[in-house]
């Protein structure tokens, strides 16, 4: 998993009905942040300023460098390839801080390994509600955590100094931090809220004899990415593969104008979202939304469903009735399967777009419509006119602005939070309590083709919620073509699973699809039923060790 797809629902373990809860297979505690700023002003009135400083600093450290060791432990994939990036990273998913520019070199030349500007920091609002504006910076237990997650990370001590604060007076937090040896004379003040207490070495020694009582505890956690959002449309602006953040931009400046918009993309890729996502960024967005599936309609239903019908103009229009383009006005008009559109309804479409005006059927009079056509086509129209099948006036109409909405299986950066997405929504309409998916689960689902793309994840997900009885979807949960797919290497920054790794999950996933038939699933894969018993009593020691 990469460092930008870790959620904190994910890295967190609990019983919903209350108990333990563990973060990064680590018991963790809740406090409440008011609390904690009552703890400060009692340490400040008690021990005084320094005291009270040095307390709060070493209580950073510890804990800064106990998550980093616990991460490197729970996962080796993320650490490696993130560590430097991390200790940000967790600070906001705890709730710290929120890091808005986090700046890393190599810490040569004189130039700060980090240089990171922080918001909302918890410490400073307390101190301002509890104890009021300081002379000094006040995020204490936040530039230590930082320092002790990256002495542990660098594996050398890396000291954090705060010089903007908020309880201060600055606009925001701001801190730097370079090697201890590189601060020269003037890290010596801040040192010695360090010194007294636990050393580097202490706390390894204490972690290490700590970490012999924690094996019976789960060492992995859910890594999925970060979403936020509640509607669907939400989901649009929060892509984060590379490829839908440009085709969200597009739509961005789209919204902007009045211009015909043809989104364009395989089945199931979300293409009428994408066109109700445009309606809602643009000024036409406290009028209607209209869609219709012109490939859905025949030519004479669809004309009137478009254009409208005078009374009496066939069998069964017993009044009077407005089309689409009316209903539609001052609003967007959604012209989905547009591909499927015959040539003479074509050439009707063609001159209401044309003369902006329609004409019901059975009337004489044209009728002024002001509408905002988004049309969208998993067809490739370009083929659909060499062919014939096409016009190529109404293309060009159509298509002022053309947004392709790549498919899932090239936007694998938008899988896991597309999941968590439908997975809430899922839960909360039918009142389950599922707090996200296993490692494995994420995995399997990282590694599927996703032919069907959006719509296809969120049928999968609705499927595991309802095969789900844990509290956490695992891959028996998911849809059968799910668990029996062919493996595929998904690729974790620079890191690609080992064979070993894959050929563990494929057999424990074929005995699965056969009912933990051993014999059969022995047959399925082409090996003796003896070389099976003795993987699978090799995986049982794994799982014990």
């Not at 636990?198 to 990415?225: G, H, I, V």
């Not at 953040?245 to 902007?256: C, D, G, K, L």
Request: glycine share 8%; net charge neutral; charged share 25%.
């Amino acid at each position: 998993m990469k460092l930008e797809e870790l959620d904190l629902r994910e890295l967190l373990s609990f019983n919903p009905e209350g108990g333990a809860i563990e973060l990064l297979g680590e018991r963790a505690l809740f406090f409440s942040a008011f609390a904690l700023g009552l703890l400060r002003k009692e340490l400040i009135e008690s021990v005084g300023m320094f005291a009270a400083r040095g307390i709060l600093t070493r209580f950073g450290y510890a804990n800064g460098w106990r998550t980093a060791m616990n991460i490197q432990a729970t996962m080796p994939e993320t650490w490696a390839e993130s560590k430097g990036y991390a200790a940000a990273k967790f600070h906001s998913l705890t709730g710290m801080n929120k890091v808005v520019h986090n700046l890393r070199s190599d810490g040569k030349d004189g130039k700060p390994l980090i240089d990171s500007t922080w918001s909302e920091c918890y410490e400073a609002e307390q101190h301002l509600l509890h104890i009021g504006q300081s002379d000094e910076p006040v995020c204490w237990t936040e530039a230590a955590f930082a320092s002790g997650f990256l002495s542990y990370a660098e594996g050398r001590e890396v000291i954090f100094v705060e010089d903007k604060c908020r309880a201060r007076g600055d606009a925001t937090c701001h801190v730097t931090a370079r090697f201890k040896e590189s601060w020269g004379p003037e890290i010596e003040p801040y040192l010695i809220y360090y010194r007294t207490g636990a050393t580097p070495a202490l706390l390894k020694e204490l972690s290490d004899k700590l970490r012999c009582t924690e094996n019976k505890l789960k060492k992995r956690q859910k890594q999925l990415a970060f979403l936020e959002g509640s509607d669907d449309s939400s989901q649009l602006v929060m892509a984060r593969s590379e490829t839908m953040r440009t085709t969200v931009e597009i739509a961005r400046r789209a919204a902007r104008v009045d211009s015909s918009v043809l989104v364009t993309g395989e089945s199931g890729v979300g293409k009428e979202r994408m066109a109700r996502a445009i309606h809602d960024q643009s000024g036409r967005a406290t009028r209607p939304f209209v869609a219709v599936n012109c490939g859905a309609l025949t030519e004479t239903l669809l004309e009137s469903e478009l254009f409208g019908h005078a009374k009496g103009s066939f069998t069964g229009a017993d009044r009077d009735r407005q089309g689409l383009f009316e209903a539609a006005a001052g609003g967007t008009l959604f012209l989905d399967e547009i591909g499927e559109v015959s040539p003479a309804m074509q050439v009707k479409l063609l001159r209401a777009l044309q003369e902006r005006e329609v004409r019901r059927v059975g009337e004489n009079k044209s009728r002024p419509v002001n509408v905002r056509i988004v049309a969208a086509t998993n067809r490739n129209l370009t083929d659909e006119i060499t062919a014939g099948r096409f016009r190529q006036d109404l293309y060009y109409r159509l298509r002022v602005i053309e947004l392709q909405v790549p498919p899932l299986r090239e936007r694998h950066e938008d899988i896991l939070p597309l999941a968590r997405f439908f997975l809430n929504k899922t839960t909360h309409g039918q009142g389950r309590t599922i707090t996200g998916f296993t490692p494995n689960a994420a995995d399997q689902l990282l590694r599927y083709d996703w032919p069907g793309n959006v719509r296809e994840l969120q049928n999968a997900v609705e499927y595991a919620v309802v095969m789900c009885q844990d509290s956490q979807i695992d891959t028996d949960d998911l849809p059968c073509e799910l668990r029996a797919m062919s493996l595929k290497p998904v690729l974790t920054g620079k890191t690609i699973r080992p064979l070993e790794e894959i050929q563990r999950d494929y057999i424990l996933g074929v005995l699965r699809v056969v009912g933990d038939n051993k014999a059969q699933a022995a047959s399925e894969l082409n090996i003796g039923l003896a070389t099976l018993y003795r993987k699978l009593k090799e995986y049982e020691e794994q799982d014990v060790a």
